[in-house]
C-alpha cells in the first residue's frame, strides 16, 4: 500500500481518531509518528522548551532521568527532584518546588517501567496547571492499561508507544498536545529549533494525512489501527478493568513466594510487576522462563539487573496467562533457590 494512497491515508486518519479516543483527547491535538518512545520524548522537549528555559523532571527511576538527559541534550536547565528506587513522586514536594522556582514545564513519568511505580498523574498535574507550568506526561507504559483521560487530566503533552499497552509492534509513537501549549508553539519567542521533532510542523499533517512531509511506516500505522480498533471492541474502561483485575492477581500471586516488590504499597502499576530475589540469579531466572516455560520478562535496569525480575502484564493476556506466569515463576524460583528475598 502506497504511503499517499487514498487507500492508506484514511487509514491513517482512521487510525488519528481511534488514538484521541484512547486518549479520551476531545479537545487537542493528537499526533502519530514512525519511531520509538524515546521520539516522542525528544519531540515534546524540542518543541516546547527554549535552551535556557528552566524545566523540572520528576525522577522516579530510569525513564525520569532520560527525560532529563534529553533536556540536557537541547540545552534546557534541568532541575531534579529525585526519589528513592520503587517510592512515587510527591505532589506536596512538588507544590514546595513549585513556589521556590519557576518552571516553565514539569516533566512527569505515569509508569516508571524500570520500577514499576504508578505515579499519581492526577495531583502532580493539578500542581503543574495552578504553578503555571506546562506538564509533560510520560504514559509509553500507561495508556490503555492504566486509567487516564487527557481533557480532564488537564497535561499539555501525553505520550505512549506502540508496543506497550495498546499492544502493536513497537515502532509508532501516539503524541496529545493540548490547545494552550499548541498555541505556545506559535507564539514561542524563539521558533522551535527541530525540524522532523517539531510538532507545530507535522500539525497541517494530522490535520489532512493525505499531505505529505516525511514518510511513515505503512505496517506499523496499519497494525496500530488494528490494536487500537481492539482497544475499542474490548471498551477502555473495561480494558483498564481487566489490567487492574490482572495485575491484583499475579500480585496475589507473587505474595504467596517469597519476593519483594519493588514498588511501595498503594503506588504498584497495572501494567507491570517488578520483585527482588537473591542477588545475581535473575539472569537464570529469565533464562529459564523463557527457554522452559516460553514466558519472556525482563530483568531489571542499571544496578538492579541482577537481581529484579519485572513482569509485563499489559495489552493482551487473560487470568488463564496470568495464572500459568505465576506457576511458572514459583516453580522457577524454587528450582534455582532465588526466592529469598533482599532489601530493594
Ligand atoms: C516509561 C517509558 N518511557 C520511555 C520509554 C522509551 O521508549 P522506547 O524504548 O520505545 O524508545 C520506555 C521504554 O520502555 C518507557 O517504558
Redesign the pocket.
Known amino acids: 500500500m502506497g504511503h499517499g494512497s487514498p487507500e492508506f491515508t484514511e487509514k491513517f486518519g482512521e487510525m488519528l481518531k481511534l488514538a484521541r479516543s484512547a486518549f479520551k483527547n476531545n479537545n487537542g491535538s493528537q499526533f502519530a509518528f514512525t519511531g520509538?518512545?524515546?521520539?516522542a520524548?525528544e519531540a515534546s522537549v524540542v518543541s516546547t522548551v527554549q535552551p535556557g528555559d528552566k524545566v523540572l523532571v520528576l525522577d522516579t527511576g530510569y525513564?525520569g532521568q532520560?527525560m532529563a538527559s534529553v533536556n540536557e541534550a537541547h540545552g534546557s536547565k534541568v532541575a531534579q527532584l529525585q526519589y528513592p528506587l520503587g517510592t512515587h513522586a510527591n505532589p506536596d514536594d512538588l507544590r514546595r518546588k513549585l513556589r521556590e522556582d519557576k518552571f516553565r514545564v514539569v516533566f512527569i513519568?505515569h509508569?516508571?517501567?524500570s520500577t514499576a511505580v504508578l505515579n499519581p498523574i492526577k495531583e502532580l498535574v493539578a500542581e503543574c496547571k495552578s504553578a503555571g507550568a506546562f506538564a509533560v506526561v510520560?504514559s509509553?507504559?500507561g495508556l490503555a492499561g492504566e486509567e487516564l483521560d487527557f481533557d480532564r487530566l488537564g497535561a499539555d503533552i501525553v505520550f505512549t508507544?506502540s508496543?506497550?499497552a495498546i499492544a502493536a509492534p513497537?515502532g509508532a509513537v501516539l503524541i496529545a498536545v493540548s490547545k494552550e501549549l499548541l498555541e505556545y508553539f506559535q507564539k514561542r519567542a524563539k521558533p522551535i529549533e527541530g525540524w522532523y521533532l517539531n510538532l507545530l510542523r507535522w500539525k497541517p499533517i494530522m490535520d489532512d494525512p493525505k499531505m505529505y512531509l516525511a514518510t511513515p511506516s505503512v505496517q506499523i500505522m496499519l497494525a496500530l489501527r488494528e490494536a487500537l480498533l481492539e482497544v475499542k471492541e474490548e471498551g477502555l474502561e473495561e480494558r483498564w478493568r481487566r489490567h487492574s483485575a490482572l495485575a491484583q492477581r499475579i500480585r496475589e500471586g507473587l505474595q504467596r513466594m517469597d519476593v519483594k516488590f519493588v514498588a511501595e504499597e498503594g503506588y504498584r502499576a497495572d501494567t507491570l510487576t517488578g520483585f527482588t530475589i537473591k542477588d545475581g540469579l535473575a539472569p537464570g531466572v529469565q533464562k529459564e522462563l523463557r527457554d522452559v516455560h516460553r514466558i519472556e520478562v525482563a530483568r531489571g535496569l542499571g544496578d538492579y539487573s541482577g537481581r529484579m525480575i519485572r513482569i509485563g502484564h499489559m495489552g493482551i493476556l487473560n487470568a488463564e496467562q496470568a495464572d500459568r506466569t505465576v506457576r511458572a515463576v514459583d516453580q522457577t524460583l524454587a528450582k534455582l533457590g532465588a526466592a529469598a528475598s533482599v532489601p530493594a
Open positions: 520509538s518512545g524515546t521520539l520524548m525513564f532520560r513519568t509508569v516508571d517501567t510520560d509509553v507504559c508507544a508496543q506497550k513497537p
